[in-house]
């Protein structure tokens, strides 16, 4: 025997929730657009109303009624990536309460996906774009140009803004963490890079400049791999590059997954780190300092980026609508010392007559 279906309520109304909540259909659409011009014990109620209707606020004919949209959108290059992770969290936080729904994209690291996003975002009539790469294509460039909101660039520098650009430098910040390992006197530095985004990209083009500058560069140090960053791929990298370079004294990996992929790697190798093998990372992810031994890494003020993108964003839309002084911020970096990097002579016995060779036993 079948039981038989409750009848499907009716969905409810912007004007079902302003008579539950004893208030008038325009006190209810200005809790929803603007919640700062409506008292807390209002919006309190207003907000019980919405739950006991189940009511679904209609975007489409809030935007028509207002030309606003309350979106934020947002483009990120990864969604699994930790760095992306605490830059989302930053802007959900800052954005949430002021009554904004951010709208996040994934790129996948593509530049023409990218684009599409920024398409479909556009689309949704957003308050202002926040993106985290500086390197956009042709045609989402001249569409950011002409889109009369805000755009933040994120996470690098560029000499062209399009709008604000909020970074740091990845070519300089490349170079810190090579200049650190050949201070301490290390010789054969190699570097393990995935993906060749824009940062990457510059990272590595800073690991090259200071190689140089030291007359150590060497083809033959460079490992890299199409893929995404991942700590496998840290691994699989490592692997690769000790079968044509096993006097490998340090090596500077341009993520922070790829660098643990590496500790993984030495310690079921057998490689002691730092004694036979210096490691320095990139991002300074939350797994960093509590790593074996704990990764010395190149710190990005990535929640920095994200808090002040949101500020600026908040400003120029509630506030006094000024834009920063500034076009480019700079927000700098530094390195975090810890115990994965040694000088070079700190072990000499360690270093050059190693318990196990650097190749794989088999």
């Not at 934020?72 to 930053?90: C, E, H, Q, W």
């Not at 500086?134 to 062209?160: C, F, K, S």
Request: aromatic residues 4%.
């Amino acid at each position: 025997m079948h039981k038989s279906r409750k009848p499907r309520r009716a969905r409810s109304k912007l004007s079902d929730v302003a008579q539950r909540a004893g208030v008038s259909a325009v006190t209810v659409s200005r809790a929803l657009r603007r919640p700062e011009m409506v008292s807390p014990l209002l919006r309190e109620r207003i907000e019980s109303a919405i739950k006991d209707l189940s009511y679904i606020p209609n975007r489409a004919a809030s935007i028509l009624a207002s030309s606003r949209s309350n979106v934020i959108g947002v483009v990120v290059s990864s969604l699994t990536n930790g760095v992306f992770a605490d830059y989302l969290r930053v802007l959900h936080d800052m954005f949430q309460p002021a009554g904004f729904q951010v709208m996040v994209l994934n790129s996948g690291y593509s530049p023409i996906e990218e684009e599409k996003a920024i398409v479909t975002l556009l689309g949704q009539h957003p308050e202002a774009l926040i993106l985290t790469d500086v390197d956009q294509t042709p045609y989402a460039r001249e569409l950011l140009e002409h889109a009369g909101i805000p755009i933040i660039q994120t996470m690098g520098l560029t000499d062209t803004p399009i709008d604000i650009n909020i970074g740091i430098s990845q070519h300089d910040a490349g170079a810190l963490a090579t200049r650190h390992l050949i201070e301490l006197g290390h010789r054969r530095i190699g570097i393990l890079a995935a993906w060749f985004d824009s940062r990457t990209r510059n990272r590595v083009a800073g690991y090259v400049d200071a190689m140089k500058e030291a007359g150590l560069f060497s083809e033959a140090l460079m490992e890299w791999s199409p893929l995404p960053s991942t700590v496998g791929q840290g691994g699989e990298r490592l692997a690769a590059l000790l079968e044509r370079c096993d006097d490998l004294e340090a090596l500077f990996c341009t993520n922070d997954d790829l660098a643990l992929g590496v500790l993984f790697e030495c310690a079921r190798r057998g490689i002691d780190i730092p004694d036979a093998l210096s490691v320095v990372g990139f991002n300074d992810l939350e797994f960093a300092a509590s790593a074996y031994p704990a990764l010395t890494t190149i710190a990005v003020p990535r929640r920095e980026m994200a808090r002040m993108s949101a500020e600026i964003v908040l400003e120029i839309i509630r506030g006094s609508g000024a834009r920063p002084k500034t076009a480019r911020i700079d927000l700098g970096f530094k390195l975090s010392l810890r115990d994965s990097t040694r000088s070079s002579a700190a072990e000499p016995l360690a270093r050059k007559r190693p318990a196990r060779s650097l190749k794989a036993t088999h």
